[in-house]
């Protein structure tokens, strides 16, 4: 098993991560209880023009993909996935109900908390660039790469990616779910006592994807399998593409792959259910 990890992490057909996508953390609010809102909220105090869709929890997306049904489906349930952005301006610019809100947060002091009070303005939370797609931070059974249909902001719940340019962003996405990636998540995450596997930028960055023919993996029915949770047919299908007839691993090196995933999984997973 370690000759075989060996050997694939020295083969130049694998790309790196640092060779597809650039990835950091999500965007952290200081207070995602007055930032971080439902449509209710939105409602309630008239702050249609002073919110952007955002994605505040990894439970939100279930496929690879995240659309604008998918957001829609969210918004309709409740979710909180509208955050509060009036811009970096002068008090004195703010809209009548935008300020009405400030107030209110000023009275709950979420003003005062950290992240808040170093900002010249505590209700602006300044932003890099937009996300291409997001990276589950903390994987129950795997990681997983959620393409960014919907041109949403995201929390450091996930981590967001921006492809690098010329880079195929839904290869990548449909690429990453295969057994050798998996495997070699649990090498590279790290897992505390609850069992999850959890990933800091710097780890994912270590990751590697298998590309060689991703460009006939169809997206679409790949994300249709993960929202129904059937993560066996999605790897008998990728594994099939990328490792067999993109590396041409043989069926036994293919079975080693998943041996190592399971029993590193597993063994991650029955440690939470240990007693202390």
Not at 103 to 115: L, S
Request: aromatic letters at 10%.
């Amino acid at each position: 098993e370690l000759d075989l990890l060996d050997r694939l992490h020295h083969d130049q057909r694998i790309s790196n991560a640092t060779d597809l996508f650039e990835v950091n953390v999500g965007l952290v609010s200081g207070e995602n209880d007055f930032f971080v809102v439902n449509q209710n909220v939105v409602a309630e105090n008239s702050l249609h023009d002073s919110v952007v869709p955002i994605i505040s929890r990894s439970e939100q997306v279930k496929g690879i993909r995240l659309t604008e049904n998918d957001y829609s489906a969210l918004v309709a349930a409740g979710k909180k996935v509208f955050f509060f952005a009036p811009g970096n301006v002068e008090v004195d610019d703010l809209s009548e109900e935008q300020l009405k809100y400030i107030q209110w947060g000023e009275k709950k002091e979420y003003n005062k908390n950290y992240k808040c009070r170093i900002r010249p303005k505590w209700y602006h939370v300044s932003q890099t660039w937009r996300a291409d797609a997001f990276l589950i931070r903390q994987a129950h059974l795997y990681p997983r790469m959620i393409l960014n249909e919907k041109k949403a902001l995201v929390t450091d719940t996930l981590h967001k990616v921006r492809f690098l340019e010329g880079v195929d962003g839904r290869a990548v996405a449909a690429a990453f779910l295969n057994t050798y990636t998996f495997a070699l998540s649990e090498t590279i995450g790290r897992s505390y006592g609850g069992g999850v596997l959890t990933f800091e930028p710097g780890e994912m960055r270590k990751m590697r994807i298998p590309m060689r023919m991703a460009e006939r993996l169809d997206i679409d029915q790949i994300d249709r399998w993960q929202r129904n949770g059937e993560i066996d047919r999605i790897l008998k299908y990728t594994d099939d593409i990328l490792l067999r007839d993109g590396l041409r691993l043989s069926e036994r090196e293919i079975e080693l792959l998943h041996s190592i995933w399971n029993k590193m999984r597993d063994r991650r997973m029955t440690r939470k259910n240990q007693p202390v």
